[in-house]
């Protein structure tokens, strides 16, 4: 299974920005699809997942998320979406997508996304 995101770029503190990722084939059974980040010099870490039956909330996510950040997925389309508003500078990373299904993990291969203050 390829991951492929979309949606990173330039975006002003206090801005919003939505990112997508689409798997390359059909997930069907129980499966875990998630955003991580990695900023510069950090460890990458998780942002906020969604399991495969819902297709908004609940959903697991991290305190940092504070009510700025909503997952969202499209089970039809294979795809997971990432609605990021009130971006601070700290959120600048590259944003990763995560898939786990069938005891295998999958990965994209990221997008950056850079607030200015």
């Known amino acids: 299974v390829q991951l492929v995101e979309s949606g990173g770029g330039l975006v002003q503190a206090g801005g919003s920005r939505t990112l997508s990722c689409s798997a390359s084939?059909?997930?069907?059974?129980?499966?875990?699809m998630g955003w991580y980040r990695q900023a510069p010099g950090k460890q990458r870490e998780e942002v906020e997942e969604v399991a495969s039956i819902f297709s908004s909330g609940p959903r697991k996510y991290a305190d940092f998320v504070a009510g700025r950040f909503t997952i969202s997925r499209e089970n039809a389309e294979n795809t997971v979406y990432l609605q990021m508003n009130s971006l601070k500078s700290e959120d600048t990373a590259v944003y990763y997508c995560n898939l786990r299904w069938s005891g295998r993990e999958y990965w994209g291969q990221g997008t950056q996304v850079t607030v200015s203050s």
């Open positions: 084939e059909t997930i069907f059974g129980f499966n875990v």
